[in-house]
């Protein structure tokens, strides 16, 4: 058979190929950063703008708050400023007076004309030291208005006692009733009006305290009046009700949502624009609102800050969104402890500003997008020109290579398995996976007649690495055989959802990576014996047409000059040929593969070397109660899903996953000759016992990793997009050493177990990987795949295998 030359996939447009590379990267990325340096000076300008005029807005702002806060202080003066003076109006008033009070004509006008007067008072009363008491207060009911006299004396009958007399007037002084009621057991000396005025020479305030009659929040102001002796005589007052202070705080504009109210130190509700004074406390009396009790995040959180830091002007950000708080003190005007707490977002006073620049942005944004859909439009022209050469140099690189493998076959006689160098059929996989640039290529023919379907050969173009042996029996893959058998053709994205590869996918496809599969028929004569497959990553889209021809040409061209798919009888008709055939030695590629396989007997001596070198390091004693293993074989099993190992085992009885497998775990370990078994965390590390040699421990440490793979197949379930299980094993140095007092058992630790713990880590799910010195002394015994390579200090690299099954 003639020498193949070796593959060479270059094509001649290469050059041109890099010279329209660079000729687009010109006509897109000069008008991109054209366009990207105006966005830049736009968007710069923009910031500027924003922060210079949100600066001048946020000190505009604090002016604002600052004469609002001087409104409310003017109007809380206009309304409870005059009102110490009306107090002592009325105690001068009754200066001269009768011991039992003022008469009741002249205390009665004076109550009339007071309220009239001013509309905040809602109550003016008297009473004196024997418990005589007059009030004119406000009163609606039944559609009617006005004032109400009410007063408590004696009754005519010295045997009544106490009785109350009520007169009632409209608004224009007419009397609408008059009335006696029994006596309420109101005693005027045991009210806090009286007893505080009475302490005292001055107006006496009481504290808020809410107004029964008209559900506010409300004061009273009050004064005694005094004889020469200076003994109170009787003490006047009035009663001042807060509503008109709400009533003002609702007509002020605070940007958009901004509010002003009015609180005490102890967080009571003096006014507020909209929400009420005055609440239903549990037991159905009423009490003042609290800040507390409000609906309203930042005034609590204003609230807060005042209590910790005290008056003045702060700022603070609650939920994503700033807020400006000032508070200001009224002791200086109504000796109280109120305050004026503003609290208003930020973006009421500065966002007008933020409109403005996304209005400046967007105007400034639409010529440059004007700009550069202009650019696009004469880029575009020149891609698509770029884009059409690209195509064609593409699909010349296609036709050359394509050609390049029609000539590789049409030089060979014969393709011949076994051979001396038996290199042609992997020559023939390489060239055609370099070609369609498929991940694997592998070459099927039918054994024992048509109940096995088995790999002559796989190439797989990520490793550059060839395996053969993998099988696949009819009796667990009938759908695949079948559709293989009757010659179908098939190009499909997804194998995991076709029911004829579905058989193949979880344990064959999904270990390397793969879910695209395309497979063409091997016809000899009128009978298929093979099949050409291409293996792809799941990023593929689909198989092109072309692709899919040229498979099929191979596969034509393979079933009239392979002697592989001959029967007996056209195997003896062509002995005669092959007598003729000179052997080659192995191509490049063959030669590059079989020093990766790295089949270095000195592995194991520099492992277990590295080992004693750091125990002598370490000054180790050589009395050391541990033994030092050079070649233990170790099999961890790693599970990376703990609630699947919750969950009820996958056939079907009532124990856990977890229980089902560990069961079935010392079970086959039983069986395989398994001596050592631990569960670690969410993986299980086993050994056999550390006198067995070598290669029989090997032996059934992978017979026990096939059984337990099987174990973990069927009990974990099979709905999930990949296996929750992976299993490593190395043979290599180990120490081995008795732990505990009581009951001592045997504990294996060292590079073997760390290193089968990386071979479990680095698996692919739901697969059995391991180390070279595993493959170096099984490789006559199981079949192995390629799977990659490793570095251990003070070893060097190494390359590491799949377990397919045994040989």
Request: with cysteine.
């Amino acid at each position: 058979m003639n020498r193949l030359p070796a593959p060479d996939l270059a094509f001649d447009g290469f050059e041109e190929q890099r010279r329209i590379a660079r000729r687009r990267r010109k006509r897109v990325l000069l008008p991109i950063i054209i366009v990207c340096a105006m966005l830049a000076a736009l968007v710069t300008i923009a910031l500027y703008n924003y922060r210079m005029m949100r600066s001048d807005a946020l000190a505009l702002s604090k002016g604002v708050i600052v004469n609002l806060q001087s409104r409310i202080e003017t109007e809380m003066n206009a309304f409870l400023g005059h009102i110490p003076g009306l107090a002592r109006l009325s105690r001068d008033l009754f200066a001269n007076v009768p011991s039992d009070g003022p008469p009741r004509a002249l205390a009665e006008a004076q109550g009339i004309g007071m309220l009239n007067g001013n509309p905040q008072l809602t109550a003016f009363f008297v009473g004196t030291e024997t418990g005589q008491f007059l009030m004119v207060r406000r009163f609606a009911k039944d559609g009617q208005s006005g004032l109400e006299t009410k007063i408590i004396h004696q009754a005519t009958s010295p045997k009544e006692g106490w009785e109350i007399e009520l007169t009632r007037r409209d608004g224009s002084g007419e009397v609408l009733s008059r009335e006696t009621q029994p006596w309420d057991n109101y005693d005027p000396r045991q009210r806090p009006w009286y007893i505080g005025a009475s302490a005292q020479s001055t107006v006496y305030w009481t504290d808020v305290y809410p107004f029964f009659t008209g559900r506010t929040a409300g004061v009273t102001a009050s004064m005694a009046l005094r004889d020469d002796a200076d003994t109170v005589r009787a003490v006047v007052g009035v009663d001042v009700a807060l509503d008109s202070i709400s009533r003002f705080l609702a007509t002020l504009t605070i940007g958009k949502s901004g509010v002003a109210l009015i609180v005490d130190d102890e967080g009571r509700l003096i006014s507020h624009p909209s929400a009420s004074a005055v609440r239903e406390a549990d037991d159905g009396s009423l009490r003042l609102t609290r800040v507390s009790d409000l609906d309203d995040d930042a005034i609590k959180r204003a609230f807060d800050r005042y209590r910790v830091e005290g008056h003045g002007r702060r700022d603070f950000t609650l939920g994503g969104r700033r807020y400006i708080t000032s508070i200001t003190s009224l002791n200086h005007l109504l000796n109280r402890d109120w305050s004026i707490l503003v609290v208003v977002p930020e973006d009421d006073f500065v966002g007008f500003v933020g409109d403005n620049v996304r209005k400046t942005l967007f105007m400034g944004l639409s010529v440059i997008a004007l700009a550069a859909l202009l650019a696009a439009l004469f880029v575009r022209q020149g891609l698509r020109d770029d884009r059409a050469a690209m195509r064609i140099l593409e699909r010349q690189e296609e036709l050359d290579a394509q050609g390049e493998t029609f000539g590789r076959l049409a030089t060979i006689d014969r393709v011949e398995v076994g051979s001396a160098d038996g290199t042609a059929i992997a020559e023939i996989i390489e060239s055609v996976a370099h070609a369609t640039r498929a991940r694997r290529v592998s070459l099927w023919r039918y054994d024992n007649g048509v109940q096995a379907l088995s790999c002559i050969d796989c190439f797989d173009r990520d490793s550059s690495g060839h395996t053969q042996g993998n099988r696949f029996d009819i009796a667990d893959h009938e759908a695949l055989m079948n559709a293989v058998r009757h010659g179908e053709s098939f190009a499909l994205i997804d194998t995991s959802a076709d029911p004829r590869t579905q058989s193949i996918y979880r344990h064959y496809l999904l270990p390397v990576g793969c879910n695209a599969l395309l497979s063409a028929p091997i016809v000899v004569g009128d009978e298929v014996r093979g099949a050409i497959w291409l293996e792809d990553t799941v990023s593929r889209t689909a198989w092109p047409s072309s692709m899919t021809g040229f498979v099929r040409s191979i596969a034509n061209l393979l079933a009239l000059r392979s002697t592989v798919f001959a029967t007996p009888t056209d195997e003896s008709a062509s002995a005669d040929d092959a007598q003729h055939v000179m052997p080659r030695p192995a191509s490049t590629n063959m030669r590059a593969m079989l020093a990766v396989g790295g089949l270095d007997a000195s592995l194991d001596r520099r492992r277990a070397a590295a080992l004693s070198a750091r125990l002598a390091a370490r000054g180790t004693a050589t009395t050391s109660p541990v033994e030092v293993l050079e070649r233990q074989p170790i099999i961890v099993i790693l599970f990376t899903d703990a609630a699947a190992l919750a969950g009820i085992a996958a056939t079907g009885n009532t124990e856990s996953t977890m229980a089902y497998i560990l069961n079935r775990l010392e079970a086959a370990a039983a069986t395989s000759g398994i001596a050592y078994l631990k569960v670690l965390g969410s993986q299980i590390v086993g050994s056999v016992e550390p006198d067995e040699t070598a290669q029989q421990g090997l032996i059934r440490i992978i017979d026990f990793a096939l059984s337990a793979h099987a174990i973990c197949d069927d009990a974990l379930p099979t709905d999930a997009a990949a296996p929750v299980f992976r299993i490593g094993v190395d043979s290599g140095p180990a120490i081995a050493g008795l732990v505990g007092h009581d009951e001592p058992s045997l504990t294996l630790w060292g590079d073997a177990v760390q290193t089968a713990a990386l071979m479990a880590e680095t698996a692919l799910p739901g697969t059995i990987q391991v180390t070279e010195s595993v493959y170096q002394a099984l490789r006559s015994h199981y079949l192995f795949q390629l799977r990659g390579h490793h570095y251990a200090e003070a070893v060097g690299e190494f390359a590491s295998y799949l377990v397919e099954g045994r040989l």
